[in-house]
């Protein structure tokens, strides 16, 4: 079993708490405050370097190998997510055909909620049919940030 790094960064949205391993990131949380001893290692140092490169507006996309635990659904949801690009939205119902199956959309739904790596594999971009914000583990107010944010450093790289 390889050994758990743990650490915190401070971020536009709070403090992360941030779990990896040799193997990839396995979670990142916003959280009140700083609640157990840092235990460093290579793969938290990466992960923290790519998620300050994404706040100062210079990563589109991770490049960290991730290791969430879930099931196999979550999984194939989770894969789903990474593909949306940056700052862009699909529906949940779009995921749920990406899936293969628009009956499956309340269980896309709920393992989107139970996306343990928010930000990294982005289902801030995922909204209702009708644009609308729904849940995000996160708070509403933070995924709007993320989507704003996206927008405004896709705006600011274009050039006339």
Known sequence: MATVEIGY???????????????GAQQVAFVD????????????????KQLREFFEGDRKNFQVPINPAGTHFQLNV???LAKIPFASTLSYEDLARRLGDIKVIRAAASANGRNPLPIIVPCHRVIGK???LTGYSGG???????LDFESRTIQSRLVF
């Open 9 to 23: 960064m401070e971020s536009p949205l709070g403090i992360l708490r941030i779990e990896a391993s040799v193997l």
């Open 33 to 48: 405050e700083i609640l157990d001893e840092e235990i460093p290692g290579p793969m938290l140092f990466e992960v923290r």
């Open 78 to 80: 989770w894969d789903e």
């Open 130 to 132: 009708d644009g609308s």
């Open 140 to 146: 509403l107010s933070r995924k709007k940030w993320l």
